[in-house]
């Protein structure tokens, strides 16, 4: 019912900046919430941001001033700006989606139905 497409991902050194997409196929009733998400090996997936349809958002502590979520629903596409990027921040990043997640379930990973393949970004010291 919906499909998730992720790009922008890189490698770029601290500091800098990537600007992530994620390109949604299918009825825009299912994508009313979007997530950023982010894993890196041997850990659990982080929520980094979410954008629901009225324009709120909410992030993860770690990007807090430094991360944007943004969307443009004419484009059906949902972008995530980083800025100031560190080693940390590297990680393979996912966008989310789903119909509704209540504001205080935003960085549950299992109150998203539907994932992207994912986008790696690598930041270098």
């Known amino acids: 019912q919906l499909q998730l497409e992720e790009s922008g991902g890189g490698s770029v050194q601290s500091g800098g900046s990537l600007r992530l997409s994620c390109v949604v196929n299918?009825?825009?009733?299912?994508?009313?919430?979007m997530g950023w998400w982010r894993q890196v090996p041997g850990k659990e997936r982080e929520g980094v941001a979410y954008i629901d349809s009225a324009g709120d958002t909410g992030y993860g502590d770690s990007v807090k001033g430094r991360f944007t979520i943004s969307r443009d629903n004419a484009l059906n596409t949902v972008y995530l700006q980083m800025d100031s990027l560190t080693p940390e921040d590297t990680a393979m990043y996912y966008c989310a989606a789903d119909a509704w997640v209540a504001p205080s379930r935003w960085a549950d990973v299992s109150a998203y139905m539907y994932w992207g393949q994912g986008t790696q970004v690598t930041v270098s010291s």
């Open positions: 299918g009825h825009s009733y299912y994508s009313a919430v």
